[in-house]
């Protein structure tokens, strides 16, 4: 909709109203709505500070007040009547409290600027999603420990390049997930202690002539402090690309987890099975069963790292201080807190409720001359052979076990000796994973009783 008369906002030195076109590309409100709660608090905290400082009436600062609360009302049961032509959420609102209260809504905006008014908006609104994200990670670091705590000392094949390499534990591969969600954590912290502080009061740019206390809404809003540069408080940004960096790393090991899990669910490996509460069936296959959280969650790595890069692009190169191009901030971390708060939850749940197939985790863990390792440390520690020499040995043994369709255990001394003649029963001791996954003690090693204190730590920590 088209309004023939200039904005009611800004529009005392226009004689018509914008084109459609300028309309449609120019409105944030169909987004930034989501702002609205945000967006008052901010108002109802700069509205009590200039009453504080003598720049409003106390009777006008309390009509204002309780306006806002009216206009928040009216928003969350979903009787406000968004306005096109009233650009974006802080103009909506303002508009609305005219209509409630009169002539005082007029001196809310007194002291600041739309500019200083949506980088405190925008600010707290990730504030709450670095939050909201904090207690998604902790849940989902609670079901990983839940997980660790139950097959501690279950074995299974550890890889690299994908190819049987080590045996390790169950608890120790849950336990590296841990790790990684518990950085997350920690980068969530990191951002949101440094993201804290308040860029209302620096007006348009410049800061402003009258006598603010930008301490007071500070503290009103739970800010630190003040942001100390007018120009930079209205063009950072920082808090929204470092939220979606933040959220992008998270993504990439939420992505790496659910790969495993897709894998480790199928019927060639059957390490897992994922509840019914999370998986789908196909409408064709009926024996079907299909790791759909799993596969989303490894997908949603794409548009949060999309947002992520779409910002920095909108960011770069943008002149002191604000320009409209801001305005592009908000929907890409819209989507991406939306999804990445999504990925944490199923995540979670799917963890939650899955089942580790102990005896298939063993099976695999014993094939695929996954103690080669220990045969040849065994010849080192026992014969003095030198470790290149033992690795020589053990590469002859692997291949005389393969010709055979064998595993190394099942390989006999007469068949040992024949490769080296040194070699004594007791190596039949290192061969099987129990062994060696017990050996290794060495500080964030996969022995069970080193991944039970890793556990008991984090327990601790949380
Ligand atoms: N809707 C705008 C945004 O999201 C609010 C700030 C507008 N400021 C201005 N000077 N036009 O960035």
Known sequence: MTDTTSNQMWGGRFSAGPDAIMEAINASIGFDRRMAAQDIAGSRAHAAMLAATGVITDSDAEAIGKGLLTVLSEIETGTFAFSTALEDIHMNVEARL?????????????????????????????????????????????????????????VMPGFTHLQTAQPVTWGHHMMAYVEMFGRDLSRVRDARVRMNESPLGAAALAGTSFPIDREMTATALGFDRPAANSLDAVSDRDFALEFLGVASICAIHLSRFAEELVIWSSAQFRFVTLSDRFSTGSSIMPQKKNPDAAELIRAKVGRIFGANTALMMVMKGLPLA??????????????????????????????????????????????????????????????????????????SLVAKAEARGCDLPDLTLADMQSVHPDITAGVFDVLGVENSVNSRMSYGGTAPARVREQIARWRQAL
């Open 98 to 154: 005219k209509e409630i209260v009169g002539e005082p809504a007029g001196r809310l905006h007194t002291g600041r600027s739309r500019n200083d008014q949506v980088a405190t908006d925008f600010k707290l609104w990730v504030r709450d999603q670095l939050d909201a994200a904090e207690t998604g990670l902790i849940a989902l670091i609670r079901a990983l420990l839940g997980q660790a705590e139950a097959g501690a000392g279950w």
């Open 322 to 395: 604000y320009s409209k191009d801001m305005q592009e901030d908000k929907e890409q971390v819209f989507d991406a807190a939306d999804n990445w708060m999504l990925a944490l939850a199923a995540m979670e749940g799917m963890v939650r409720d899955m089942t580790a197939n102990r005896d298939s985790l063993a099976a695999a863990a014993g094939s695929g001359f996954s103690t080669a390792t220990d045969l040849a440390d065994w010849l080192v520690r026992v014969l003095g052979l030198p470790f290149r020499d033992a690795h020589h040995v053990t590469g």
